[in-house]
T-cell receptor, first 111, second 115 residues
Framework: QKEVEQNSGPLSVPEGAIASLNCTYS??????FFWYRQYSGKSPELIMF????GDKEDGRFTAQLNKASQYVSLLIRDSQPSDSATYLC???????????FGAGTRLFVKA | GAGVSQSPSNKVTEKGKDVELRCDPI?????LYWYRQRLGQGLEFLIY????????KSGLPSDRFSAERTGESVSTLTIQRTQQEDSAVYLC?????????????FGPGTRLLVL
């Protein structure tokens, strides 16, 4: 079992719709959870991090964490073509430094 | 201030040669990470440096890979006797410290092609 799993996609949504990206992790002791966006040929850039159960909102983005289910998600409201990218889920465990990344989900937002 | 920089941006080498990749972290960042990203894949953790502590080398795939960092400055990743399977983008990231919530800032990467 991979430590951090994501559906590779591609996930295709129409412009203006909600895109829902999911991630599960195997280490129950994981403490911090990150979503990075990576455009083709570019480096990852942080969108959000979350470490408490529940929802965290930042503009059009909402991260959701359920530690009991070992599940973290990212919702993108009012999706735009510029949101088309690969979204990487990353998890930090006890000790706080080693970061495990998922393989990423490719998102296409159709105009 | 300046972000994380890496050099070279691209490197083409022949199988069996050694290569050295360089990373300049953001000034003041004590934590530095190296990752490998193969085409269409996620990021694979290689090594982590935190201040003057012993590095976490648990992600290095073989003894052909090594990395050094002097204090809280530049880091170099060396791959000896390169193999075609080493072809990938090598990403460096830095963060302010080891706290769990610290954001990592990535450099532009070095694209390595081993012929």
């Amino acid at each position: 079992q991979k430590e951090v799993e994501q559906n590779s996609g591609p996930l295709s949504v129409p412009e203006g719709a909600i895109a829902s990206l999911n991630c599960t992790y195997s280490d129950r002791g994981s403490q911090s959870f990150f979503w990075y966006r990576q455009y083709s040929g570019k480096s990852p850039e942080l969108i959000m991090f979350i470490y408490s159960n529940g929802d965290k909102e930042d503009g059009r983005f909402t991260a959701q964490l359920n530690k009991a289910s070992q599940y973290v998600s990212l919702l993108i409201r009012d999706s735009q073509p510029s949101d088309s990218a690969t979204y990487l889920c990353a998890v930090k465990g006890v000790g706080g430094f080693k970061t495990i990344f998922g393989a990423g989900t490719r998102l296409f937002v159709k105009a | 201030g300046a972000g994380v920089s890496q050099s070279p941006s691209n490197k083409v080498t022949e199988k069996g040669k050694d290569v050295e990749l360089r990373c300049d972290p953001i000034s003041g960042h004590t934590a530095l990470y190296w990752y490998r990203q193969r085409l269409g894949q996620g990021l694979e953790f290689l090594i982590y440096f935190q201040g003057n502590s012993a590095p976490d080398k648990s992600g290095l795939p073989s003894d052909r890979f090594s990395a050094e960092r002097t204090g809280e400055s530049v880091s170099t990743l060396t791959i000896q006797r390169t193999q075609q399977e080493d072809s990938a983008v090598y990403l460096c990231a830095s963060s302010q410290g080891p706290i769990s919530q610290e954001t990592q800032y990535f450099g532009p990467g070095t694209r390595l092609l081993v012929l």
